[in-house]
């Protein structure tokens, strides 16, 4: 789907919502943005979470800096990214896309739509949604995996863009220490347990630990000490857990179920995957310690899933750019270290010189509400973002943590610092773990 110079891409969303899905959809507007594509979110209600229209971002997900809106352009010329767990839409000319990240939340949100016309009266009318006829033809469509592919060519789709996102970033750029390792089997306990509880009734004595109620540094940290992760759940789509743990250094073991039963999506030796049968609880323990007893070699084996989730992230950014015929990737914007101030102002001057135009500038008190207050109109706040007003132009202040976050999805290029002082120079390469090529410094 080609993009013009003055499109708009508009990307269909539920609000306040946390799960892998709305994610994607965020990793998704922050390449676009990156790209310099003019990218919005927009926040849809679900029957089970309100939209909250003032503060509809979760909080997950503000680190990635993408605008909203409740208006959409209506032109030919913009494009509706539409996931399938929305696809009630009723916009005549954009063009659309739907992007599939399940099959399995497709069929259960078609399921509810048509459950929930029986408790309505007959005045209201069965809401749209896609139904693969002929009506839809002129719809594009994504998948997020092999299993999502399948479906769709089952049912007449044939031109299925391949657009797969990748694994946050405190998974992709941890180190792995595989002299931490224990004996330790990690497992999701909402996702195929009736399983999982017949392993700990067979071998109550080995070091099950559930994966549950944990933030994603604490899911990290389980991860880095497990040699082996499981899940038997129904894989609708590509799950995050089990690229959490391949890129953590487990070794992952599923069922045949979804996603996890082709070798695409899943791509680790057949030996790690079990059909759910009455002899399959005896055969993952004899596995789990198998791979106890020769971690090394059971790594090993599934080098080809870790190299595919280690290269993710840039393959997605390359899916992107081919999914709307972009030619020309250049990615990023420069980011000020040294805005207010003296310093400060001589920056934004040579910056000017250089033909550069900031595109954040990083500061952790500047960032603050309170700080909007206190600007007398200098800093503007828009929607719970601070930004500061240069002339008519607004750059966005952002805290160190997310201008760190936005350097490693590629939002920012560089940074750029006048005269910096050795302990500058060594945040630089400490904390931002900004390459050579990625400082930008001038001299006085």
């Known amino acids: 789907m080609k993009l013009y110079p003055n499109s708009k ?11 892998g899905g709305p994610e994607s959809l965020h990793q998704l507007a922050s390449v676009l943005i990156s790209f310099g594509v003019e990218t919005y979110m927009v926040y849809a209600a679900l029957e089970s979470i309100p939209l909250d229209k003032e503060n509809p971002v ?7 800096h993408v605008p909203y809106t409740y208006e959409i352009e209506n032109s030919q010329r913009n494009v509706a990214i539409i996931p399938e767990t929305i696809t009630a839409f009723e916009i005549k000319n954009i063009r659309h896309v739907i992007w599939w990240m399940s099959v399995d939340n497709y069929l259960k949100n078609l399921i509810n739509v048509l459950k929930g016309q029986l408790s309505k009266p007959l005045a209201n009318p069965l809401p749209r949604f896609f139904t693969f006829d002929k009506a839809d033809k002129s719809i594009e469509h994504w998948g997020q995996s092999e299993y999502v592919r399948q479906f769709l060519r089952l049912n007449g789709v044939t031109n299925i863009k391949t657009v797969e996102t990748h694994m946050s970033q405190i998974f992709l750029t941890a180190k792995v220490d595989l002299s931490a390792k224990k004996n330790i089997v990690a497992f999701n306990p909402i996702k195929g347990f009736e399983v999982t509880q017949q392993l700990i009734k067979l071998e109550p004595d080995l070091d099950w630990r559930p994966i549950m109620g944990m933030t994603p540094a604490q899911v990290r940290e389980l991860l880095a000490q497990a040699k082996v992760y499981i899940d038997f759940g129904e894989f609708p789509g590509r799950e995050r857990l089990p690229r959490e743990a391949i890129l953590s250094g487990c070794v992952v073991i599923t069922g045949k179920r979804g996603a996890s039963a082709n070798d695409v999506d899943i791509n680790i030796p057949n030996e790690f995957k079990f059909s759910l049968d009455d002899s399959v609880p005896y055969q993952v323990i004899v596995k ?10 059971a790594y090993a084996k599934q080098k080809a899933f870790r190299d595919r989730e280690r290269n993710a992230q840039k393959n997605f950014v390359e899916e992107v750019a081919q999914a709307f015929s972009i030619k020309k990737i250049s990615r990023g914007v420069v980011a000020l270290l040294q805005a207010f101030g003296d310093k400060g102002s001589l920056l934004v001057e040579r910056l000017k010189k250089e033909s550069l135009k900031p595109g954040f500038i990083v500061d952790d008190m500047m960032s603050t509400a309170d700080m909007a207050e206190l600007s007398e109109g200098l800093i503007v706040r828009e929607q719970n973002r601070n930004y500061l007003r240069d002339g008519k132009n607004f750059v966005e202040i952002i805290s160190r943590d997310d201008a760190k976050f936005l350097y490693l999805e590629g ?7 006048l005269d910096p002082s050795d302990a500058e120079l060594n945040e630089l390469e400490n904390f931002y773990g900004a390459r050579d090529e990625d400082k930008l410094i001038f001299n006085l």
């Open 288 to 297: 789990i310690k198998e791979v106890f007893e020769d971690f090394d070699t």
């Open 58 to 64: 979760h909080d997950a997900y503000k680190k990635y």
């Open 9 to 19: 891409v508009y990307i269909l969303c539920p609000g306040n919502l946390k799960t």
């Open 411 to 417: 939002r920012i290029k560089s940074f750029v610092l």
